[in-house]
């Protein structure tokens, strides 16, 4: 499709140079008009848009703060290649997560990743060296232990979602299941490794039940299989990719760099107020915004949310994920290996996973490695300078790697995931004692004011394939508001869901949620339980 490509390439040249925003010209104290306002330009709000336009909803205004598409889905230069240009680096989202297998359903992000071309391997979790404070020891035997356990916890956590008892936390579920690393800093490393690098929470902080799901929903659906996108023109290529079928070049109802303040809604309607003072009027709003927007109260919400939304926001946890990257003059680690994971004697977290982007199918030659913090330890990097950062990381490797002269970093460069204020952190996470009542009412409607976005996701949070569904169930959901012709998106949709009507919430929560509860109506379309790959034995 190389005519798709280049409009594309266009698109993103546009918004990188001037922005495709276009003032309008309109009388003064009056605002601008539109069916939908869709705002934040992340996966979740390109795809609501998409939805609504394939529903021939094409009055929409979608508004970015940032002037790019892609949201949480970002990237930047770093570092030099032999011809002095600059390598690209994702700063968020990088592995498309659960891929497909043969008959099974397909991740829509994998499906999208192909139609773009995205550059990408399979990132092999056998591919791993461990270490702790004196360097090599091999202690991989663990893991074996951490997956005979997990298996047998899995199982638990079935039985606790089919038989409506109490979630407990995902330490509680490991213990009951035989695991315990407690003071064992290999096993507390194994742990991070299996646990924490993939939900941004230790053990104690997760929901056993959810937890379990999601992992379940997302890699036995799908597949196991985990891809880290290298591609150099950016992860968000395919969202540049999809916009373009439906947006025009220099589409005046793209906003980009256009900041909202205040959200005004009503059961006829909602105003959104912008940070220059100019307004939009729109019959509908979809609101994107990350879990951490939300709690940091940035956005002012006339008349303010209801007590049962507050508290599904404040309930729910936005986790951060930091990757550090270094640059260096030689790849002095083995060059075939893709993860090496160190212990720390004291610190359980403590600059744990480190990843080579030189391993065979990724960048190769470029001599960069980035070592991967979360949750405390992402709050406590995030808050320092990139001196201190660096020196401990520093003293990190040498430690891992005694018998070597480890060189400074020629480049080195970290985003601080948990300030920037059109995010306040990485990807939510399900915490103990959250109910999928009351994550119902963290995605229902208020009114004509609705929310999409990952942490909406009660199968998918916190992967990009959960804020494409919930931007599509809820471009669906207004399209169908709007009395737009059905026909043409109930099929691409899941067809499970009620578009007749807004979504259920609970004004009174209990403290389970019955198994026939587990269903589209409050975001559980497909069973936990569920088992779609027959390729293995
Ligand atoms: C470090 C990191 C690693 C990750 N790794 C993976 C991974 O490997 N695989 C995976 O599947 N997922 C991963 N994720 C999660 C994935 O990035 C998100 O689930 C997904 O991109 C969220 O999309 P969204 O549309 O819900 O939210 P966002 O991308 O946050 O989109 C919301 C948009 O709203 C805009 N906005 C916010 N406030 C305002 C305002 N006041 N006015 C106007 N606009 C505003 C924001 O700029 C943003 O563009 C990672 C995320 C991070 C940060
Ligand atoms: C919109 O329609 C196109 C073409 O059928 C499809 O590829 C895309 O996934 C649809 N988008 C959504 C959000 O359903
Ligand atoms: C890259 O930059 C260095 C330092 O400026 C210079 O010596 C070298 O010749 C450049 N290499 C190329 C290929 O341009
Ligand atoms: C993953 O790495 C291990 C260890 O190096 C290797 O034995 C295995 O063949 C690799 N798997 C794949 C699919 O590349
Ligand atoms: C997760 O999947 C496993 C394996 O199919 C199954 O035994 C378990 O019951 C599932 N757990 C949940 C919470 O869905
Ligand atoms: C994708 O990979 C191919 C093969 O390594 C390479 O030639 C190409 O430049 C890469 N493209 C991008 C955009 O990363
Ligand atoms: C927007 O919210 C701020 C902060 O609450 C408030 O002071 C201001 O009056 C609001 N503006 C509008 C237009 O509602
Ligand atoms: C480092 O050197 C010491 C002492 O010579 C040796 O015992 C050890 O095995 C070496 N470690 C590695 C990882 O090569
Ligand atoms: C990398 O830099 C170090 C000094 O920091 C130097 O000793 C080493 O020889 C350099 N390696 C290469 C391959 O140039
Ligand atoms: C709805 O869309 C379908 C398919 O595009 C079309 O055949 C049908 O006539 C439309 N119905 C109405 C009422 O517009
Ligand atoms: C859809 O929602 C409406 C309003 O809540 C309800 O009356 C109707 O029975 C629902 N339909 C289905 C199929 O669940």
């Not at 190389?2 to 010209?25: D, I, K, M, R, Y």
């Not at 952190?425 to 004692?433: H, I, L, M, Q, R």
Request: proline share 4%.
């Amino acid at each position: 499709m190389p005519s798709l490509l280049q409009f594309v390439t266009l698109l993103a040249g546009a918004s990188s140079a001037a922005g495709l925003a276009v003032p309008q010209q309109r009388d003064a104290g009056t605002c601008r008009k539109t069916k939908v306002a869709v705002l934040g330009a992340g996966v979740a709000g390109v795809t609501a848009t998409q939805a609504l336009s394939n529903a021939s909803v094409t009055d929409f205004l979608l508004v970015e703060r940032n002037g790019y598409l892609g949201g949480r889905v970002a990237h930047t230069t770093f570092g030099k290649k032999a011809d002095n240009t600059s390598y690209t680096v994702e700063l968020g989202a990088n592995w498309v997560q659960g891929l497909g297998s043969p008959g099974g359903p397909e991740n829509p992000i994998w499906t999208l990743a192909k139609r773009y071309g995205l550059n990408n391997t399979y990132s092999n979790y056998s591919s791993m060296l461990t270490y702790d404070h004196t360097g090599y020891v091999d202690y991989t035997d663990i893991m074996d232990e951490y997956d005979d356990a997990y298996d047998i916890a899995a199982a638990d956590a079935g039985f606790l979602l089919s038989n409506n008892r109490q979630d407990p936390s995902a330490r509680t579920g490991f213990s009951l299941a035989g695991w315990k690393p407690k003071k064992d800093m290999h096993a507390q490393a194994v742990e991070f490794w299996n646990w924490d690098w993939e939900t941004a929470y230790a053990p104690e902080d997760c929901s056993f039940v959810f937890g379990i799901s999601g992992d379940n929903l997302t890699f036995n659906q799908f597949s196991d299989e985990n891809n880290y996108v290298w591609d150099q023109r950016g992860l968000n290529a395919f969202i540049y990719g999809e916009a373009s079928t439906f947006l025009v070049e220099n589409d005046p109802r793209l906003l980009l760099s256009t900041t909202v303040t205040n959200i005004s809604y009503s059961d006829s309607g909602v105003t959104v107020t912008l940070e220059d003072g100019e307004c939009i009027e729109a019959e509908h709003a979809i609101c994107t915004f990350s879990l951490g927007v939300l709690q940091n109260d940035v956005v002012d919400f006339e008349p303010p949310l209801p007590r049962w939304k507050v508290d599904a926001i404040e309930s729910f946890e936005m986790g951060t994920y930091t990757k550090i990257f270094m640059q260096f003059n030689e790849t002095f680690w083995d060059e075939d290996v893709q993860y090496f994971l160190y212990a720390d004697p004291q610190v359980r977290g403590y600059y744990p996973v480190w990843q080579s982007l030189d391993a065979p199918g990724f960048l190769e030659g470029s001599h960069i490695l980035f070592v991967t913090v979360v949750g405390s330890e992402s709050y406590r990097v995030e808050q320092q300078s990139d001196e201190v950062t660096l020196a401990e990381s520093m003293a990190v490797l040498r430690l891992m790697f005694p018998n070597i002269t480890v060189p400074e970093p020629t480049a080195f460069l970290y985003p601080r995931w948990s300030l920037e204020d059109w995010a306040f952190g990485s990807y939510s996470n399900w915490p103990v004692g959250m109910t999928l009542e009351k994550h119902q009412n963290l995605r229902a409607n208020v009114e004509r004011l609705w929310f999409a976005g990952e942490a909406n996701s009660a199968e998918y949070f916190g992967f990009m394939h959960g804020a494409w569904f919930e931007g599509q169930e809820v471009g669906e959901r207004v399209a169908a508001a709007l009395g737009a012709n059905s026909t043409a998106y109930t099929k691409s949709g899941r067809g499970h869901h009620n578009t007749s009507s807004a979504m259920a919430h609970y004004d009174v929560l209990h403290g389970t949620t019955w198994l026939k509860e587990y269903n589209a109506e409050n975001g559980w379309p497909v069973s936990s339980f569920v088992d779609y790959d027959t390729s293995s034995d």
